[in-house]
């Protein structure tokens, strides 16, 4: 299976789990870890090195150096000016500060 594949296998588990953020691992009312809680938590740790790998790749300025080629070389409606568009918002979102 694809990360890509994997990604939307994770995504549709994360969307079966606890939704707010995680300070403690959530309890059922019995005080027991929910099933899908656990398969999501068990996914994301077989998937978490491969993911890291991907997007380790990110550097500082990649957003930036997307955002001139953008504005630079590509002509507008191309399929590779989509796919440079959406690495560009990856990597600007990689950059975000977290608030």
């Known amino acids: 299976m694809s990360l ?3 990604i939307k296998k994770l995504r549709e588990l994360e969307q079966k789990a606890t939704p707010e953020k995680w ?8 005080g027991t870890i ?4 656990a398969k999501f ?4 740790r077989n998937l978490a090195p491969a993911m890291l790998g991907v997007l380790g790749m990110f550097r500082a300025g990649d957003a930036e150096m997307l955002r001139w080629i953008l504005a630079e070389t590509i002509d507008n409606g191309s399929e590779i000016r989509a796919m ?3 690495f ?6 990689m950059e975000q500060e977290e608030s």
């Open 88 to 93: 560009k918002q990856m990597a600007e979102r």
């Open 41 to 44: 938590i068990f996914e994301v």
């Open 4 to 6: 890509i594949a994997d």
């Open 23 to 30: 300070n403690n691992v959530p309890r059922n009312e019995h």
């Open 34 to 37: 929910t099933r899908d809680d």
């Open 84 to 86: 440079i568009e959406r």
